[in-house]
T-cell receptor, first 113, second 115 residues
Framework: LAKITQPISMDSYEGQEVNITCSHNNIATNDYITWYQQFPSQGPRFIIQGYKTKVTNEVASLFIPADRKSSTLSLPRVSLSDTAVYYCLVGEPSTSGTYKYIFGTGTRLKVLA | GAVVSQHPSWVICKSGTSVKIECRSLDFQATTMFWYRQFPKQSLMLMATSNEGSKATYEQGVEKDKFLINHASLTLSTLTVTSAHPEDSSFYIC???????????FGPGTRLTVL
């Protein structure tokens, strides 16, 4: 699987909507797309997962176009506490005992007051 | 929700020594756990898949004799960094496989510094 790329960094103001893209040109048919939030010196925290079209939960939305070569995480109204690094993960859970999980390069989001 | 713990949270050791890191699933059983490594300001890289009762599966480029993985029970996997060197200094993160949309729950990570 080729490198999964994201913008290095983004700045936003409190209350704005933030959209972070992830490019995964070689995504396989069975791969899911998952987004995580990571604070310094902590493990990643799950945000949302999808396979195609649009998924929404209480904290975010995930948009996946028909060709699935990219995805966009949308955070509706960010606050200062959303300042973190956001990673997309492309992977395929397997029943055969082998797994393939590849993280994107990560996007450092800074929310300004 | 599922909780995964790691111990220790940080460790400093001398070059040439071995360090063991534990990963525990606290309130669920995990037949599969994963070990990741993260260098400063970089993304997470999957090192190996740890399967309870069988040998771990290592990713390409990860030395299995240097990074020993043992998954002796359904709630514990250990990663031993043998003969550690300064270039092994990193943030090591484990996760446990779960059924359902989240796929895996991550531990808080262990910061290893080799002097």
């Amino acid at each position: 699987l080729a490198k999964i790329t994201q913008p290095i960094s983004m700045d936003s103001y409190e209350g704005q909507e933030v959209n972070i893209t992830c490019s995964h040109n070689n995504i396989a048919t069975n791969d899911y797309i998952t987004w995580y939030q990571q604070f310094p010196s902590q493990g990643p925290r799950f945000i949302i997962q999808g396979y195609k079209t649009k998924v929404t939960n209480e904290v975010a939305s995930l948009f996946i176009p028909a060709d699935r070569k990219s995805s966009t995480l949308s955070l509706p109204r960010v606050s200062l506490s959303d300042t973190a690094v956001y990673y997309c993960l492309v992977g395929e859970p397997s029943t055969s005992g082998t797994y393939k999980y590849i993280f994107g390069t990560g996007t450092r989001l800074k929310v300004l007051a | 929700g599922a909780v995964v713990s790691q111990h220790p949270s940080w460790v400093i050791c001398k070059s040439g020594t071995s360090v063991k890191i534990e990963c525990r699933s606290l309130d669920f059983q995990a037949t599969t756990m994963f070990w990741y490594r993260q260098f400063p300001k970089q993304s997470l890289m999957l090192m190996a898949t740890s399967n309870e009762g069988s040998k771990a599966t290592y990713e390409q480029g990860v030395e299995k004799d240097k990074f020993l993985i043992n998954h002796a029970s359904l709630t514990l996997s250990t990663l031993t960094v043998t003969s550690a060197h300064p270039e092994d200094s990193s943030f090591y993160i484990c996760s446990a496989r779960v059924e359902g949309p989240e796929d895996q729950f991550f531990g808080p990570g262990t910061r290893l510094t080799v002097l």
